[in-house]
C-alpha cells in the first residue's frame, strides 16, 4: 500500500513538475515573441526597406510585401516605400495590386525612371498596350535621358510590330545613353535582320564591352563574328564603298557618312581575309583598319571604341583583347590553348580592362537612322 501510495504521489509531483515546466517555457516563448515584436516596431523604417529589399533579391516576395506595408505604416507617405511594395506585388504576380500602388504614384514630382519602368510592365502584363505607349511617351518626355526607358519602349512597339518605332526608341537610346548596353543589344539582334553588318559590327562589338558577362554576351560575340563573315561576302558591296567614299572625299563639302567611311576602310582590308575569317586574321584586318581610319577618317569621325582598340594596340594588348572579343566562339579549345600559352599577356590585359572599361562620349552619335525592317 505504501508502494501504491508512493508512486501515485511521486507520479502527480512528476505531473507538476512538467507543468511547471511547460508552462516556464510557454512563458519563456511569449517573452521572446513580446521581445521580438518590440525589437521589430522598434526598427528604423529604413532597416526595414533594407530587409524587404533583401527578401525581393532572395525571390520571397510574400515577406517582402509584409515587411514594406510595416514600413509605410511608420512612414506612409514616403514613395520608395510604395514602389518597392509594387514592385514585389508585380513581381508576385498581383498586378491589380501593384497597379492600385503604382498608379497613383506617377503623377508625383518623385516618381523616378524606375516607377515608370514598373508601371511599364504591370500594364503591358495587363496587356493595356495604349496605356503602356501613353505611360512611355509621358515617362521619356520627363526623362529625356533614359536609356531604360527608350529600351522599354522599342520592346513594347516592336512586339506591337510598330519596327520603325521601335528600332526608332533603341537608337535614340543609344544616342542619349551610350553606356547603357541595352539599346545595343536589341539593335543588334534587329540589324541582324536587315542583313546591316555594319552596325552590327560596330555595336557588337560596344555591347560585348559594356555586358561582358552575361547570356547575352555570347550570342552578340556570335553575331558579331557572323557580321565580319557577311560583310565580306560581298566585295562588289565593299568596292562599291570605296569608290562612293573616295568621291565623297573629292567633294568641296564631304557629305558625313561614318557608316560609309567604316565600310569603305574595312573594303580596303579583302586581301587579309581571302583564307577565311578567324581571331587570328581578325587581329590583321582590324589592326589594318586602326591604321587606315586614323589616317583618313578619325579626325572626320572621332570615336571612343577606335580610340579604346588603338589604345590597346599601342600598348600591346590587341592581340588579348581581340582573343577575348571573339576567341570564345570561334574556336573554344583554340582559344583556351592560346590564353594557358599566353597566360601572362592575358592576365595584363583583363587587369588593363578591369580598371580601364570603354566608356563612350555622349557627342558621339554618327548613325543616320534610316533603315527598312524587311530584308
Known amino acids: ?82 514602389k518597392q511594395l509594387g514592385f514585389a506585388y508585380y513581381l508576385q504576380g498581383d498586378m491589380n495590386k501593384a497597379k492600385n500602388i503604382i498608379e497613383p504614384i506617377l503623377n508625383k514630382k518623385e516618381a523616378d525612371e524606375q516607377t515608370f519602368q514598373i508601371a511599364g510592365n504591370i500594364y503591358q502584363s495587363r496587356q493595356e498596350w495604349k496605356t503602356a505607349q501613353k505611360l512611355y511617351e509621358k515617362a521619356l518626355r520627363k526623362f529625356p535621358e533614359s536609356g531604360e526607358l527608350y529600351n ?25 545613353a551610350p553606356n547603357f548596353s541595352g539599346n545595343y543589344y536589341n539593335a543588334i539582334k534587329a540589324y541582324v535582320y536587315m542583313n546591316n553588318p555594319v552596325w552590327v559590327i560596330i555595336y557588337g562589338e560596344i555591347f560585348v564591352n559594356l555586358e561582358s558577362y552575361t547570356a547575352r554576351t555570347a550570342e552578340v560575340r556570335t553575331l558579331l563574328l557572323d557580321a565580319y563573315k557577311s560583310l565580306y561576302n560581298d566585295p562588289a558591296q565593299l568596292n562599291k564603298a570605296i569608290e562612293d567614299e573616295n568621291e565623297n572625299k573629292n567633294r568641296k563639302k564631304a557629305v558625313a557618312d561614318f557608316a560609309l567611311a567604316f565600310k569603305a576602310s574595312m573594303g580596303k582590308q579583302l586581301s587579309v581575309v581571302m583564307a577565311g575569317i578567324d581571331p587570328e586574321t581578325l587581329i590583321m584586318l582590324r589592326t589594318r583598319f586602326l591604321l587606315d581610319w586614323y589616317n583618313f577618317s578619325g579626325l572626320r569621325f ?10 590597346l594596340l599601342k600598348q600591346g594588348m590587341f592581340e588579348a583583347y581581340n582573343q577575348w572579343m571573339f576567341g570564345p566562339v570561334a574556336n573554344q579549345p583554340a582559344y583556351r590553348a592560346w590564353t594557358t600559352m599566353h597566360k601572362a599577356e592575358y592576365d595584363t590585359f583583363l587587369q588593363y580592362q578591369r580598371n580601364h572599361p570603354l566608356k563612350l562620349r555622349a557627342d558621339e552619335y554618327y548613325n543616320d537612322n534610316k533603315f527598312t525592317m524587311v530584308r
Open 1 to 82: 500500500m505504501f508502494g501504491t501510495f508512493f508512486l501515485y504521489f511521486y507520479s502527480k509531483r512528476l505531473i507538476g513538475m512538467n507543468m511547471r515546466a511547460s508552462l516556464l517555457r510557454a512563458g519563456l516563448f511569449t517573452a521572446i515573441l513580446f521581445s521580438s515584436v518590440i525589437t521589430a516596431s522598434a526598427q528604423d523604417a529604413k532597416e526595414l526597406y533594407t530587409t524587404a529589399t533583401g527578401f525581393i533579391r532572395d525571390g520571397d516576395y510574400s515577406n517582402a510585401i509584409l515587411v514594406l506595408n510595416q514600413a509605410l505604416q511608420q512612414e506612409p507617405d514616403n514613395i520608395d516605400f510604395k
Open 302 to 311: 572621332p570615336y571612343a571604341l577606335f580610340d579604346y582598340q588603338r589604345t
Open 152 to 176: 522599354d519602349n522599342g520592346q513594347l512597339l516592336m512586339f506591337l510590330k510598330v519596327f520603325e518605332g521601335g528600332m526608332g526608341s533603341y537608337l535614340k537610346g543609344i544616342e542619349k
